[in-house]
């Protein structure tokens, strides 16, 4: 085997070296072709022969971002002539990144991503005075200064200040109000939620209530006996986690009759509560 010169100062590789592709350098050598710094450490660039350090190379030959103005590196994103970072490519409503692989709406003025192209949105005209805030934000309170705005709990809103008030993740279309604040519906659920007495998951819509605190689901609230459901406003007597049917409990003496009871509830009278109809918001 022959001996190994350095490709920058031509001389033999002895001691401390480096092997750079198929090429060989003394430490000292591997210098950036501009400023002469070392590139034993750290990352460089290589292009027509030469190797730069990142500063000089991205000065001489890189591309800036067209959002914040720096240099991009690694994966970047090129729309509409433009080099973005991925992070930078954000949805002009609402201000999140585009994941990966989904659909841009270019509209002549901004791009928006799938759910924002589906948000109604209106013109503020609302005529400026020194008393009047109805042209504010809802959630950070400044004026709505970019002529669109989201209309939302009788405020209006910039696209991407409607947050949930607990988890601050953009709402885009389906959304939970409460007091004023929108909410996910899962913190919603979470902090005001009523659970089904049945099935013990939270319900949204329609509601059937027995008493203060029994709630089941339309769809859950069957008569333990015949297994039918009840219709709104309908009778129904409970005890424990159990529902009749007046026709199918008790007896007429208002107690039920034994073989609809176990042991433990034979001497429990069973009381008749109105079945309520109601909706969650």
Not at 182 to 208: M, N, S, T, W
Not at 234 to 251: D, N, V
Request: aromatic residues 10%; charged residues 25%.
């Amino acid at each position: 085997m022959g001996k190994v010169l350095c490709e920058s100062c031509k001389k033999k590789c002895v001691g401390s070296t480096l092997k750079v592709q198929s090429k060989h350098f003394h430490v000292n050598c591997f210098k950036c072709v501009v400023c002469s710094s070392s590139l034993a450490q750290g990352g460089f660039f290589f292009k027509e022969g030469k190797y730069y350090c990142t500063a000089d190379y991205q000065r001489m030959f890189g591309t800036k971002c067209a959002a914040c103005n720096k240099y991009v590196e690694g994966e970047v994103v090129t729309a509409l002539g433009s080099t973005y970072h991925q992070r930078c490519f954000v949805c002009a409503r609402c201000h999140q990144p585009f994941p990966p692989g989904e659909k841009v709406t270019f509209t002549g003025k901004e791009c928006l991503c799938s759910k924002c192209i589906q948000i109604p949105v209106v013109n503020s005209v609302v005529p400026e005075s020194p008393t009047n805030l109805s042209r504010r934000c809802g959630g950070c309170k400044e004026e709505l200064h970019e002529g669109q705005a989201l209309i939302a709990l009788d405020k209006q809103w910039h696209i991407w200040c409607f947050k949930c008030a607990t988890c601050s993740t953009v709402l885009h279309g389906e959304y939970m109000g409460k007091d004023g604040n929108p909410y996910c519906e899962k913190d919603y659920q979470k902090l005001f939620g009523v659970k089904c007495i049945h099935c013990d998951r939270f319900i949204a819509g329609k509601v059937l209530q027995a008493g203060d605190n029994h709630h089941f689901h339309p769809t859950c609230a069957r008569c333990s006996k015949c297994g039918n459901p009840f219709g709104d406003g309908e009778e129904m007597y409970l005890q424990g986690g159990a529902i009749w049917h007046p026709r199918c409990g008790p007896a007429h003496d208002g107690l039920a009759e034994d073989s609809d009871l176990d042991d433990s509830k034979k001497d429990l009278s069973i009381d008749g509560i109105q079945v309520s109809n109601k909706n969650l918001e």
